[in-house]
């Protein structure tokens, strides 16, 4: 990555009592990017957020802010700024005084953080008319964009969110996931945001570190979290996949103990010894005969699922559940209980470790 | 069919409820009805009609001075009651900390002593310590008990305030007592007006506390009880009836004032 970083986090610990909510992580984010860190409840990212906004404090490790360590200086101190979950708009004040805030206590002049509080509500696109409006009587997005503009009008070096869309509806959130990286673009600013939601982070970000348990497990792009997920729990984080334990048998040979199977894997990595093959739902097919495909499986149709688009099929090896992914164009026409082969070729899987 | 049982119940609903207004507030009525005589004692069905009492209880000097009395205490309690309620009450409902659990029940304790024996204790102590009883006096006995129920009645607020809120006027620069004036005090003040309300109240008929301990002051309450006791006269239903419609106006005008900030502020923003 090129530039300097704009933020590098060194070693940083937190821990409370004796529960170590996040542990020795070590992070560079750059300047001008969108970062996610994602992690189901209790993985730490809330912790690790509330300690680069300077609302939690480091137990040990550093935070440094353009080189300079920032780990003691309180929130208020600090050049950065935060959307929270719950938006936190001051509910006493006007959609214009939720903005100005930051402007007011630093004792700017009223007509000039009203003009600055159009300005942002006009980047933002929310009607000029809205500047005096109640903002218990927004809507969700709009109550969204207001939060936005009260923290970009602190003008943030780095803006920190915390799960803000979680409590928005499907269909508003994946609107304002949209907006909210173009905003990022149209303000140039570095965005660090927090999810629980893999596929929230894809959609908006450069970035994402994926945490766990109060550890880093992978950093990289989204295409490299997709394509290249390097644990199971990364895998499957991203969503449906179907998992076989596995062990090494050959430079191209697997063996898969639960189903009393060989499987061709290309290419296995060197050093690999066990792990787990993850193939992905829209990888697998349906095969009439077991030679169409590298490896083949059969097992049983126990139902299936029209997602829009695309259709999944759930199917039976035994216990084992897998989910085969199909264009609704070229949909299944089997029936529950059909026997059924599914297969998949050495290229269309990838090899984790635990 | 339906229809007649809808009716009917609703009719039960509200003769029951009237019946219940009724009832609560006849005591009230009556105390009016026994002021309006011009007889001297207090007979029912009351025979000759008259505002007399009325004007003999305004014009006495004593009248005067009980007011006073009864209203300096109110206030000062009001205003000291708020204050440490209110912090009280951040502390009940607002912040996690080791033995939380343990101050909530401490705090609300006093709400239920029987306040003869808290006057009479308190009494006591200030004997003990070597005050002379006087309204001062009183007003401490009255915090004693007015705190807790102030801390209870704000706490409600609190309950339902999202701490964020601070967090994030923090994030946004303000300092830590910028936040409690710009985001803590404005978001709570419903709270802390019926806290205050609450606490004026509850001092202003206040008998059993007084009673031991305003020494030679007298308040409204106390003169009532006493005139009962011995020298009744009309003017006792017309000073009952007068601090009941005060606190019933005090009441609705309070909730006149903030419906008009409410709307003083929509219409200051819309």
Known sequence: MAGTPILQLRNLTKVFGNFTAVNDIDLDFEEGEFFTIVGPSGSGKTTLLRMLTGMEFASSGDILLRGQRINDLPANKRPTCMVFQSLALFPHRSVGQNIEFSLKMKGVDPAVRKARALELMLQLRLPETYYSKNVTKCSGGERQRVALARALAYEPDILFFDEPLSAIDYKLRKTLEKELKDIHRETGKTFIYITHSLEEAMVMSDRIGVMRAGKLVQVGSPQEIYSAPQTKFVSEFIGDVNVIAVTAIGAASLRAAEFATNLKCLPVPAGFTAGYLVVRPESLRFVGSPGETDNCLEGRLYNEYVLGSRVQYQVRVGDHVFIVEKLRQQAFGGHRDDKVLIGWDAEGSILVTD | ?270
């Open chain 2, 1 to 270: 069919m339906n229809g007649s049982a809808d009716r009917m119940r609703r009719a039960f609903i509200w003769s029951w409820t009237g019946a219940v207004i009724v009832f609560m507030y006849l005591p009230a009525v009556s105390l009016l009805l026994a002021s309006s005589t011009s007889s001297r004692y207090f007979i029912f069905p009351v025979t000759k009609w008259g505002f007399d009492w009325w004007q003999k209880t305004f014009a006495s000097l004593e009248v005067h001075q009980l007011f006073k009395t009864s209203l300096v205490i109110a206030l000062c309690v009001t205003a000291v009651a708020v204050v440490i309620a209110l912090f009280g009450a951040l502390a009940f409902a607002r912040y996690e900390w080791k033995g939380r659990s343990i101050y909530q029940k401490i705090v609300l304790l006093p709400i239920f002593f029987p306040q003869t024996v808290l006057g009479l204790a308190l009494l006591l102590w200030f004997n003990a310590l070597g005050f002379t009883m006087s309204w001062q006096t009183a007003v401490f006995a009255h915090l004693v008990w007015i705190i807790p129920v102030c801390t209870l009645v704000i706490s409600i607020q609190v309950y339902s305030f999202d701490p964020a809120l601070e967090e994030a006027a923090f994030d946004l620069g303000a300092t830590r007592w910028q936040v409690f004036r710009e985001v803590t005090l404005p978001v709570l003040f419903p709270g802390i007006f019926s806290g205050a309300l609450f606490a004026f109240l509850l001092s202003w008929g206040n008998f059993p506390l007084s009673l031991y301990t305003t020494g030679a002051d007298t308040t409204l309450p106390e003169y009532l009880y006493a005139k009962m006791i011995a020298g009744y006269t009309p003017g006792v239903p017309v000073l009952g009836t007068v601090s009941t419609i005060g606190a019933a106006f005090l009441l609705i005008g309070s909730y006149g004032l903030i419906l008009a900030m409410r709307r003083a502020r929509q219409s200051a923003t819309e």
